[in-house]
């Protein structure tokens, strides 16, 4: 690359301020065309705030944005589109009952004949192997067929700087490799691309420079080709990144968690239904269930919380006994733990104390109730041990839920539940949106856990995570569980199709 090229962008002491908070506190940096740039940073680093900023969704306080070497202010993302930024966002904004053909025409910002408009989609399509019936129903698509579509319609308005955000979060391997022949294929055509992810072996091998953000300030730039990914997480959180230690010669006991053929319907009109779930945890095991968003994994976890009842007791059992029928409460009475993926509102009550959201799962095992009074003592004093074991940033048992940042809460609530031993624990998204150093100290916690005599079940759309971290690994598709196989050994490939499953008529390109 050419570094005497004029840079696509250039910010300079881009200041954001929100009440209370310094979201991005004089930020600079550049990307030069053809450049595959990332921006790294934990959650609450700033990202968000800039990008939404570059691309117009929000104005900066101070400091200014350089467009091909001209200052420019970009009042909104059609102004951004104009100028040539294209953005794809982690959430996409689709319509399921909508094709495809009609979602991209509903994003563009110029009315476009309907035939016109196919033809160019094809075109694009053809052009970075972006295999799509432009004709298919949105709700018949898998998740990286969904990205697919916010792509091609970022595209059609031909960017020369292209935004992605966390872009392969809920993609299957084979989808992440033919995603990076697309960005790739851009590059060499010149546009630039800007992209956001937490998964650094992903940055390394696609990106080749990286602008790290902590805190809302700049505090590095570098060549992630030659960094590691442990020392760009160690910049990310500004200090040493913990080793996780599995003990040696670890030994499986007697089976704790056994699921038989488990089936419960979908939950509403969307619901994912389960279909003869089969699988079997022991003591000291660590189970991971791998799977791409929207695949019955929030039905699995509410059915092995006691959250959804089963008609078949002995679907589920714990320790020998049958709790298939038992509601919540008496499953954490024989010893069952949970963590739901959604912090506010399901794993913890906003408007409560800390103190009071651990009387809302820890009161029985705990004693925290005598004679229907709540000990409110006990509920403060077990709120500041999860404080302290697990370095919550709050300001004592006292703060309410919703005062805490997500990666905090998330903390507490993973502690809440951790430190009450329980011998069957299930977590979905254990480590969702909490930094580098965080996340070492939850698996740490989880191994510890499982060490003790504990059967943990691990459900995250993180593979990486699922691989460190898992002894036996199955991957839930459309409601069904594949075989469990031993993580050791385990062919990653095969792991990425089992992901990717057949979504509906006419998914036969499988990437």
Known sequence: M??????????????????????????????????IHALLGENGAG???????????????????????????????????????????QHFSLFEAMTVLENIALGMDAKIPARELEA?????MDQYGLHLDPHRTVSTLS?????????????????????????????????VEQLFVVLRQLAREGCSILYI?????????????????????????????????????????????????????????????????????????????????TFTVRAGEIFGIAG???????????????????????????????????????????????VPEE?????????FTLADNTVLTARDRLGMVSAGMIKSSSARTYAGEVITAFAVKALGPGSTAGSLSGGNLQKYIMGREILQKPSVLVVSQPTWGVDA??????????????????????ISQDLDELLSLCDTLAVINGGRLSKPMQVEGADIEEIGLLMGGIHGEGAVHAV
């Open 343 to 351: 912090r506010n509102g399901h794993a913890a009550v906003p408007e």
């Open 120 to 124: 160019r989609i094809r075109q694009v």
């Open 292 to 338: 791409v968003a929207g695949n019955g994994q929030n039905a699995l976890l509410l059915a092995l919380s006691g959250e959804e009842l089963s008609r078949h007791p002995e679907a589920i059992s714990i320790d020998g006994a049958p709790v298939g029928g038992l509601p919540a409460k008496q499953r954490r009475l024989k010893g069952l733990a949970s």
């Open 47 to 89: 990202k968000s705030t800039l990008v939404k900023m570059i691309y117009g969704i929000m104005q900066p306080d101070a400091g200014e944005i350089r467009w091909n070497g001209q200052p420019v202010v970009i009042h909104n993302p059609k102004a951004a589109r104009k100028l040539g930024i294209g953005m794809v966002f």
């Open 2 to 35: 050419d570094i005497s090229l004029t840079p696509r962008l250039q910010l300079h002491g881009i200041t954001k301020r929100f009440p209370g908070v310094l979201a991005n506190d004089n930020v600079g940096f550049s990307v030069l065309p053809g450049e």
């Open 197 to 277: 992810s937490h998964k650094l072996h992903e940055i390394k091998a696609l990106c080749e420079t990286a602008t790290i953000l902590r805190g809302g300030r700049l505090v590095d730039t570098c060549d992630p080709r030659v960094e590691t990914s442990r020392s760009m997480a160690e910049k990310m959180i500004g200090g040493g990144l913990k080793d996780i230690k599995k003990p040696a010669g670890r030994t499986l006991g007697a089976e704790r968690l056994v699921v038989n053929r488990l089936s419960l319907p979908g939950a509403g009109p969307f619901g994912i239904p389960l279909h003869d779930v």
């Open 437 to 458: 150093g965080a996340a070492a100290a939850i698996h740490q916690a989880i191994i510890d856990l499982a060490a003790a005599g504990s059967a943990v079940v691990v």
């Open 143 to 175: 998740v990286g067929e969904r990205q697919r579509i916010e792509i091609v319609r970022a595209l059609l308005l031909k960017p020369t700087l292209l935004i992605m955000d966390e872009p392969t979060s809920v993609l299957t391997p084979q989808e």
